[in-house]
């Protein structure tokens, strides 16, 4: 069973365009399980992204598996992680992309899923399986550019 706990709600629906993208990527990935996300802004996210990753800037989304490697798989209590998303981010690179709102969310939520689940984009490798599955879900969910 799929659980999202949504810490904030942001503006008028943010929550379900979240909601929908996870659900989504878990279903597409054959997986379920719970999920924090909370929705920030820019000087709220880049204090996280300096504290926990030593990035001092404001970035779109951050992950926080609850486990990593191959114990991803079965995580005793079902809850994959948290995932915090940048509003104003997503909104500005909505505009800067070309598309919309909801596609750019969209994205945010199933890339933050695919990092709790194991996949990163550290190798080309790597980047490019990742982003071919989002690419995948976010097709598959009618969401296009």
Excluded: W
């Excluded at 929705?39 to 990035?55: A, K, T």
């Excluded at 969209?106 to 080309?124: C, I, K, N, P, R």
Aim: with cysteine.
């Amino acid at each position: 069973m799929t659980e999202i706990i949504m810490e904030t709600a942001g503006p008028g629906g943010c929550t379900d365009i979240v909601s929908a993208a996870i659900e989504g990527a878990l279903s597409h990935m054959g997986r379920s399980g719970r999920i924090s996300v909370t929705l920030v802004d820019d000087e709220e996210i880049h204090g996280i992204n300096r504290d926990y990753r030593n990035v001092d800037r404001p970035t779109d989304v951050i992950s926080f598996p609850s486990e990593e490697g191959e114990s991803i798989a079965s995580i005793p209590d079902g809850f994959l992680g948290d995932i915090i998303i940048s509003i104003p981010r997503a909104e500005a690179q909505a505009e800067e992309y070309g598309h919309s709102f909801k596609r750019e969310l969209s994205f945010l939520a199933v890339h933050g899923t695919l990092h709790l689940l194991g996949y990163d984009h550290m190798t080309e490798e790597e980047a490019a399986e990742m982003f071919g599955l989002q690419e995948d879900i976010l097709k598959e969910m009618g969401v296009t550019r």
